[in-house]
């Protein structure tokens, strides 16, 4: 299993770089071409959710993300480290999260789970993660 790693500051301009990158990794890995732009839209709406969180609650930790290259498939895991609200809308500081806020993220994800059929969001105290895979054909396979 190869990954490749990617740590950027939470600042919009950077989601470009790490939407390239994952389209670039993942053309690597034998994802079908038809799907790239899938993972570049993905990608970019993951990245920007964790940018927004990150800023919004004034998180200075880089934006974390994984490119992990299995044998038959090939994920993408975004990772925040912003306290994530429950049900009721406080998160766990204690924080109140707006309407405006919590609205945008659950947008977030739904154009995030329209493009990808294999979505993962896990959220806890000290952040979340978007797991995001998609089917991938090795080039030493493909080639045979």
């Known amino acids: 299993m190869a990954t490749v ?10 989601v470009r770089t790490a939407r390239l990158v994952a389209a670039a990794v993942a053309r690597r890995a034998g994802v079908d071409e038809a799907v790239l732009d899938e993972v570049r839209l993905a990608v970019g ?11 919004s609650h004034e998180i200075t930790s880089p934006v974390k993300v994984a490119l992990i290259e299995d044998e038959k498939q090939f994920s993408i895991e975004v990772g925040d480290e912003a306290p994530h609200a429950s049900a009721g809308g406080d998160t766990p ?3 109140q999260e707006s ?3 919590a609205e945008e993220d659950e947008m977030g994800l739904a154009v995030i789970s ?9 959220t806890g105290r000290n952040g979340g993660l978007i797991r995001m895979t998609w089917p991938a ?6 080639a045979l």
Do not use: I
């Open 99 to 101: 309407d405006v806020e």
């Open 93 to 95: 500081g204690g924080a």
């Open 114 to 122: 329209g493009l990808v059929d294999d979505v993962e969001v896990t």
């Open 5 to 14: 790693e990617l740590r950027f500051s939470a600042l919009p301009e950077h």
């Open 137 to 142: 054909t090795p080039p030493a396979a493909a």
């Open 45 to 55: 709406e993951a990245c920007s959710r964790a940018v927004g969180l990150h800023r």
